[in-house]
């Protein structure tokens, strides 16, 4: 019964692993970087619950490179970051060769997460769109 148990139990595990990645987006594809999105529920000991869309950035390159880009987000159709000073959303983010740095629902600021909405509490400001734009990746 083990020996049946153990490698169905393991393909469950798999089977799993590979439900969650498959929800991951591609947005955009520049000079071997891959850059992916995705939708998520963030139930965060340090922030109220939310949801926000975590980003993932993927080098498929033989080099270490640095990738910058600037957010631009719209909230109710209105382009909420068009006061702001040019750097608050301007990122630049180094990523080791094939490798990847994805953001997480702990850490609900910098250049890997956008607030979409409150979950538990109830509010006119809803995230209708965002893009990431100038995106420039330099090799290190």
């Given at each position: 019964?083990k ?20 929800d991951?987006?591609l947005y955009s ?20 619950d939310?949801?926000?869309?975590i ?25 909420a ?24 629902c ?25 893009e ?9």
């Amino acid at each position: 019964m083990k020996r049946f148990l153990l490698p169905f139990f393991t393909l469950f595990l798999t089977a799993s692993s590979f439900g969650q990645d498959s929800d991951w987006k591609l947005y955009s594809v520049v000079d071997g970087i891959e850059i992916y999105t995705i939708e998520s529920d963030c139930y965060a000991t340090n922030i109220p619950d939310q949801k926000a869309v975590i980003i993932k950035v993927v080098n498929t390159t033989n080099n270490d490179l640095t990738v910058e880009w600037d957010k631009a987000i719209w909230y109710n159709d209105q382009l909420a970051t068009e006061n702001t000073a040019d750097e608050e959303n301007h990122y630049l983010v180094k990523v080791k060769k094939n490798s990847s740095k994805e953001g997480s629902c702990e850490i609900p600021r910098g250049p890997f997460y956008i607030y979409k909405d409150f979950i538990t509490y109830k509010t006119e400001t809803k995230l209708t769109k965002f893009e990431l734009q100038n995106i420039k990746v330099t090799r290190i």
